[in-house]
């Protein structure tokens, strides 16, 4: 799965063409049910947005309440009915520098950071847009938008940490996923094959498990265990 990752400005000097005169935020424990920032297109033209992790319903009475659906498999996305509307219309990319799992010791909890060597992500995500129901139709608050992280298996990764794993798009695969040229199956096709390429570009090391709390939120977050 992704539940939580890591954006600084280093993503920028990996991801130039996504993330390009954006002001990226920066966080090193970024956890679901928090703002983020995408990467999407709209009438042509790249954007970033923030958007609330963890995807909310159209026909919820309040956004952000309940279980937040952070994840979305890619292996449904062309059918669930969460998923098969924003497949479609609504694809983001988000940029970051790696993203943590964990695995269960005697001792506990033992975080991860796994990342690409000299690169970062840009994993592939889905955008709903909510209505307000207690706002007016013309007020421009009304809607409030939020996103799941699309994961595949993650046996295809070398010494993979957890059996889920965010699906990432290569650079060359990006224009085509934010584009408009694709339809449904060729998007997930071309997610499978970019998300496979980018696994076994990816390494792990153990970190500190100050990660555990999402108030912990500093660079040394990131440093391996010596």
């Known amino acids: 799965m992704c539940g939580r990752f890591v954006v600084n400005q280093t ?27 995408v990467v999407r297109e709209r009438g042509g033209e790249r954007e970033l947005a923030s958007v609330h992790w963890g995807m ?9 309440k ?8 890619i292996e449904t996305i062309a059918t669930n009915g969460m998923f098969k509307g924003p ?13 943590y799992e964990w695995q269960q010791r005697e001792t506990g909890k033992q975080p991860f950071f796994i990342h690409e060597p000299e690169g970062a992500l840009a994993m592939a995500g889905l955008i709903r847009a909510w209505a307000d129901p207690a706002k007016d139709e013309d007020d421009p608050d009304r809607w409030r938008l939020s996103m799941s992280i699309i994961t595949r298996d ?5 010494g993979e940490v957890h059996d889920r794993m965010p699906a990432c798009l290569t650079p060359e ?10 339809d449904a199956t060729e998007l997930v096709a071309l997610l499978d094959r970019s998300s496979f390429e980018v696994a076994h570009s990816l390494t792990h ?22």
Not at 207 to 224: A, K
Request: hydrophobic share 40%.
């Open 56 to 64: 909310v319903a159209p026909r919820a009475k309040e956004f952000g």
């Open 87 to 99: 497949l479609l219309k609504a694809r983001c990319v988000v940029p970051a520098l790696g993203y």
């Open 173 to 182: 695969a990006i224009d085509d996923w934010l584009g408009e040229g694709l």
């Open 11 to 37: 993503v920028k000097q990996y991801l130039p063409s996504l993330v390009e005169g954006f002001d990226l935020p920066e966080s090193y424990n970024v956890s679901p049910t928090q703002d983020v920032a």
């Open 66 to 73: 309940g279980r937040p659906v952070i994840n979305a498999r």
């Open 154 to 158: 993650a046996h295809v990764a070398p």
């Open 205 to 226: 090391y153990e970190v500190s498990r100050d990660v555990n709390s999402p108030r912990n939120d500093y660079q040394e977050l990131i440093e391996p265990l010596r």
